[in-house]
């Protein structure tokens, strides 16, 4: 009888929040298969760079996740963790075409090989705006890798050494992404197949 009634409750409890994230999230890119990926675009990087420093800037805040994977499946010691913060997006799924530095870099980089760490290339706004602010500081070789590449929304052209993933134009998230500060803890990458209002909380996680 207690057994009943706990399996019951608990049913009552679980099964609405199942419901909701299936309908809401479907995975377009495993995180197997992005661990995969991601082992491989570093063992090019690695052959590719001669022995020495490189700096990497991580793009704040979607990159974060990709930049930590990345860092370790490098095998070399001398690997420069750099951040910067470029806002392109607010709380929409479409960009505004401005782009600004929110947060700027930590290390000079004049001289050294540069690495762009970056979750997504999309309009190509972001990218062609900071490349051209880097190049400015005058390094010794600047490149991009990015996680993911949405070719068919390219508005500005971007030079694009390492790429992940080529994705179809559809809004994802996880694996560092998010849609209005939300799901950027999903292991997967997904797409968001109808939006929740973010303000009525969170969708559970998968
Ligand atoms: P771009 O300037 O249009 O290339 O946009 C680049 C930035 O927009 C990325 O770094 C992301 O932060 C954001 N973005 C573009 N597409 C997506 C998406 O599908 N999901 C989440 N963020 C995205
Ligand atoms: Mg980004």
């Known amino acids: 009888m207690f057994e009943s009634v706990f399996i019951c409750v608990h049913l009552w409890q679980t099964l609405p929040w199942l419901n909701m994230s299936a309908s809401h999230l479907r995975v377009l890119i495993s995180s197997a298969e992005i661990q995969a990926r991601v082992q491989t675009l570093a063992a090019q990087i690695e052959s590719d760079y001669p022995d020495g420093p490189i700096y990497l800037i991580s793009i704040l805040k979607g990159s974060f996740i990709f930049m930590a994977d990345l860092v370790r499946a490098l095998k070399r010691h001398t690997i420069r963790v750099e951040f910067m913060g470029i806002s392109s997006y607010g709380s929409e799924k479409t960009t505004s075409g401005q782009v600004k530095v929110t947060r700027d870099l930590d290390a000079a980089i004049e001289g050294h090989h ?10 190509g706004v972001t990218l062609s705006y900071l490349t051209r602010v880097l190049h400015q500081r005058r390094p010794k070789s600047l490149a991009i890798a990015t996680l993911l590449d949405k070719p068919d929304r390219r508005i500005q052209q971007v030079e ?8 179809p134009d559809e809004f994802v998230v996880g694996y560092g992404l998010d ?5 950027r803890n999903l292991p997967d990458i997904c797409v968001i197949e109808d939006t929740p209002t973010p303000s009525l909380g969170h969708t559970p996680h998968q």
């Open 114 to 123: 540069v690495l762009i760490v970056e979750d997504i290339i999309d309009s």
């Open 179 to 183: 849609f209005a500060e939300d799901y």
């Open 160 to 167: 694009v050494k390492y790429i992940g993933f080529q994705i």
